[in-house]
């Protein structure tokens, strides 16, 4: 889909690779509203790209979109802002095998009903413009590693959800493609804490792997959805 005049709504975008897509969503033309948690950075990471880009093409809504009420509110703000949503990315991730609790919830459930949010909205059968759902999984999605099964565990099922939604015979009548971003290791600042080994097993197993494959650039990675 050519971004040019289209709707966008983002989660997780106040940094890293979030940051990296909205940059690269306006870059093409598209109009973004982006969430996160992070209210402070999320405002500054607004009041720069405005600077660069205008202040009638980006916006923020603070949310964390492991509360359902919280992320359907921000996928509605988007829709009144935007006037439409033509294309959803399913960011927002973490890694903490410490406290894996709190990664399903932020990792899986909000992809879902994300991407739910998003067809429910675009379907031209009840109304909508099309579109595409991006969801951001990981070579993890499909491979194996010891370092952080329940993280692996969450890319696995982002990517199975993904592409059984994308054989569906209704796609034709929704008009809504589906899409699933799996980036090899990146810098970020989730993999500069993973590397200290706090929030994964077998450290030095991830440390070997980057030594030997190095990591890709978060602006390689964000082209990936344009």
């Not at 966008?8 to 975008?13: K, R, S």
């Not at 509203?33 to 980006?58: H, I, K, M, N, W």
């Not at 993890?140 to 370092?147: H, K, N």
């Amino acid at each position: 889909m050519d971004p040019r005049g289209k709707g966008a709504f983002l989660t997780g975008g106040a940094q890293g690779l979030g940051r990296g897509i909205v940059e690269e969503l306006l870059s093409f033309g598209a109009k973004v509203l982006f969430c996160d948690v992070d209210v402070e950075r999320g405002r500054a990471t607004e009041s720069e790209l405005q600077t660069q880009y205008g202040a009638d093409v980006v916006f923020f809504h603070p949310a964390d979109v492991s509360d359902d009420e919280q992320h359907k509110a921000a996928f509605q703000a988007a829709v009144c802002k935007l006037g439409a949503v033509e294309i959803c990315v399913n960011n927002v991730g973490i890694l903490n095998e410490k406290n894996w609790e709190k990664v399903l919830p932020i990792n899986v459930e909000s992809h879902i009903r994300g991407s739910l949010l998003a067809l429910e909205h675009m379907r031209r059968d009840y109304g909508g413009r099309g579109g595409v759902i991006i969801n951001v999984a990981s070579t993890l999605g499909y491979l194996s590693m010891p370092t952080s099964p329940i993280y692996v565990a969450s890319k696995h099922a982002v990517v199975g959800f993904t592409t059984s939604w994308a054989m569906s015979p209704d796609q034709k009548e929704h008009g809504v493609r589906w899409c699933c971003l799996c980036p090899d290791a990146f810098d970020s600042e989730m993999m500069r804490e993973s590397l200290k080994g706090d929030i994964i097993h077998n450290a030095e197993v991830l440390q070997h792997y980057v030594q030997q494959q190095g990591t890709l650039k978060i602006s390689q990675v964000a082209e990936g959805v344009s």
